[in-house]
């Protein structure tokens, strides 16, 4: 059970080079996330996906383009990478655990991280 | 949107010592989570907490909701426990889920 799994670990892109973050899950978890995190910063949500073949836009989602390929995998695309996107990006899933009175219970697991570097 | 501010930014404490972290937060929200950010950059799950208060071997957590804010409190801390605690509290916007995240607090344990 790998749980979040990210691909790749590290990346050095050039500006305006593109690529894809590849994150899959093997939890059958509905509903998957990428967040970028900027040093001395707490996560920003730049997409996510609710459940299979929907996808809707976060905080920060300019500059990217998202895929759910199916249950599983979730991936985050740069078209044309800024410097402004050198971060640390990490996927998630979460899964509903129960309801707390009127509070519902997430259960989030989330990917080791992609370390982006934009020169 | 709602606000979430941790305190202090940073925390530099010998091994064995205590500490207290604390997360306000600008409106009502649904609930309140915990996270643990290892060195290595591992993002772990330590409480879920909407009210009340939850305990986990040396750690522990209090949200008074009425007020906006939560505590976690490490007892007799050791070097593991060193890395970045952050509080995340929850909206849900258009029937999905989301987390908004605090700065975090970056805890340095001694030896």
């Known amino acids: 059970n790998a749980g979040v799994t990210q691909t790749p670990k590290f990346q050095v892109l050039k500006t305006g080079q593109s690529m894809t973050l590849q994150c899959a899950q093997d939890?059958?978890?509905?509903?998957m996330y990428w967040y970028r995190q900027d040093p001395g910063m707490g996560l920003r949500l730049i997409y996510y996906s609710a459940s299979e073949g929907t996808t809707d836009k976060g905080e920060v989602p300019n500059g990217y383009n998202v895929s759910r390929l199916n249950k599983r995998e979730f991936s985050l695309r740069l078209e044309s990478a800024a410097p402004s996107q050198t971060s640390v990006y990490f996927c998630a899933s979460i899964i509903l655990k129960g309801r707390q009175g009127r509070s519902l219970d997430y259960g989030y697991t989330f990917g080791s991280g992609t370390r982006l570097t934009v020169v | 949107g709602i606000q979430v501010e941790q305190s202090p930014p940073d925390l530099i404490l010998q091994e064995g010592a205590n500490s207290t972290l604390r997360c306000n937060f600008s409106d009502s929200v649904n609930n309140l989570q915990w996270f643990h950010q290892n060195p290595w950059g591992q993002l772990i799950n330590l409480f879920y907490?909407?009210?009340?208060?939850k305990q986990n071997g040396r750690l522990s957590a209090t949200t008074v909701a009425t007020e906006r804010y939560s505590l976690l409190y490490i007892s007799s801390s050791q070097t593991t426990d060193s890395g970045v605690y952050f509080c995340?509290?929850?909206?849900?916007?258009?029937?999905?889920?989301?987390?908004?995240w605090g700065a975090g607090t970056k805890l340095i344990i001694k030896p």
């Open positions: 907490i909407p009210s009340g208060t």
């Open positions: 995340a509290v929850d909206r849900v916007m258009d029937s999905n889920y989301q987390l908004i």
């Open positions: 939890m059958n978890h509905n509903s």
